[in-house]
């Protein structure tokens, strides 16, 4: 069995390949991929060559960990089965090329255990799922507060206040590029040299700017806490007095568990979360070099997607 599935042979050098993949076992199943979503953080990262090491990492590798599909095949001890919608956060079928985080890709082989079962009516916006993962994790720490300022209007910052706000709270963002400003639901999004506040109590940064501490310190309350819950390629660095007069808390969240993705599934099924307006651009798979130029280099793209459909 194979598949048709974006390879970045080396950085800067994304193409369509066809890869043979690993046989399904008993506890697997075959995924027939419908969309998938193209990261501007990690995925920039891994296109540009700009992504620090760590284990598995390297070239060629298939790339994305968000894709929405159909079972199609299941293994004797799967509890999946085919015609149910799932969500699958990568894969790592492809034999010799590395999957990283391998969800590009027409078709899936992947452990039963880490496919999320989805409404059969979620759509293209299914592959947000991880993303609010993501926003849900960082405010699910223990003693974390709800972010009063988040640093960034993109699709994560956007979710980070969508959260917050049905979790009762009233955020400030911060965003410079005017029309990404557009799309509140809930809350206030301001260009930040017009915000003169030097309180915030709790402020989320989804920037990846690793030189944006000092600027956040200035803004926050004494006792305050900055959350890093973007991506950083470049080492992280600070003013140690200023944070030492205010006694600041600096904390990272980190990857997305399993019950947070199943924790947003569930609000989004109940409308609780809403999706609407986060997937901005859809491209055909056999369009993916495109598709990533554009999604890399395009302000007004918040979120690309893929549509495997009607690749063969």
Not at 192 to 207: A, E, F, G
Not at 218 to 243: H, K, N, T
Not at 273 to 284: F, N
């Amino acid at each position: 069995m194979d598949t048709i599935a974006v390879l970045l042979k080396a950085p800067e050098e994304l193409v369509l390949s066809r890869l043979t993949l690993t046989p399904p076992g008993d506890e697997d199943i075959v995924v027939a991929v419908e969309w998938s979503g193209i990261s501007t953080g990690t995925e920039r990262l891994l296109w540009s060559g700009r992504m620090p090491h760590f284990p598995g990492m390297g070239y060629p590798l298939v790339p994305g960990y968000e894709s929405v599909g159909r079972v199609i095949s299941a293994g004797s001890l799967a509890t999946r089965q085919p015609g149910e919608r799932v969500f699958v956060a990568g894969a790592r079928c492809f034999g010799d090329v590395r999957g990283l985080f391998g969800g590009a890709a027409a078709r899936l082989v992947v452990p039963d255990k880490r496919a999320v079962l989805l409404d059969d009516a979620t759509g293209a916006e299914g592959v947000l799922l991880a993303l609010a993962a993501t926003a849900w994790h960082a405010m699910a720490a223990p003693h974390a507060g709800l972010p009063e300022l988040i640093v960034g209007h993109g699709v994560l910052g956007r979710l980070l206040a969508r959260i917050a706000v049905l979790k009762g709270g009233a955020p400030v963002v911060w965003e410079r590029d005017a029309a990404r400003r557009a799309g509140a639901q809930g809350y206030e999004v301001v260009d930040p040299d017009l915000d003169t506040r030097r309180d915030y109590r709790s402020i989320y940064d989804v920037s990846g700017d690793a030189g944006i501490i000092d600027q956040l310190v200035q803004r926050m309350a004494p006792g305050g806490e900055i959350v890093l819950a973007g991506f950083y390629s470049d080492r992280i660095g600070f003013a140690f007095p200023p944070a030492f007069m205010r006694e600041a808390r600096i904390r990272i969240a980190a990857e997305w568990q399993e019950a947070d993705l199943r924790a947003t599934r569930d609000v989004i099924a109940r409308g609780v979360l809403r999706l609407d307006g986060l997937v901005t651009h859809q491209e055909a798979a056999q369009r993916a070099p495109q598709a990533y130029a554009q999604a890399f280099n395009d302000p007004a793209c918040l979120k690309m997607v893929l549509d495997w459909r009607d690749c063969a």
